[in-house]
């Protein structure tokens, strides 16, 4: 059975970094597309970034330029890399592993900005 459990979370004052980490197992893990998704409190989870097997990679409009996804098939983990980071940006950060038909979530990790 597949899971994902990420890691990373914390808090940090605007303009900070933080480096998010989803390890992967239980399955072929450059078979499954990646992705980080957020929710915010009272706000619909809406998607942060993706990256494919082969290393295509696509972001949502407010973070481009600001988060960087990557992944290490050597290692099974995908990560997202946090930076110039903003009180929007504060919400529970969800990794997902997807491969038709099937998507497999973890628990999340919360991150908070707050001064």
């Known amino acids: 059975q597949v899971q994902v459990v990420e890691s990373g979370g914390g808090s940090v004052q605007p303009g900070g970094s933080l480096r998010l980490s989803c390890a992967f197992s239980?399955?072929?893990?450059?078979?499954?597309?990646m992705g980080w998704y957020r929710q915010a409190p009272g706000k619909q989870r809406e998607l942060v970034a993706i990256?494919?097997?082969?290393?295509?990679?696509n972001y949502a409009d407010p973070v481009k330029g600001r988060f960087t996804i990557s992944r290490d098939n050597a290692k099974n983990t995908v990560y997202l890399e946090m930076t110039s980071l903003k009180s929007e940006d504060t919400a529970v950060y969800y990794c997902k592993a997807g491969r038709t038909p099937q998507d497999y979530w973890g628990k999340g990790t919360l991150v908070t900005v707050s001064s």
């Open positions: 239980g399955g072929f893990f450059f078979l499954f597309d």
């Open positions: 990256i494919t097997g082969r290393g295509s990679t």
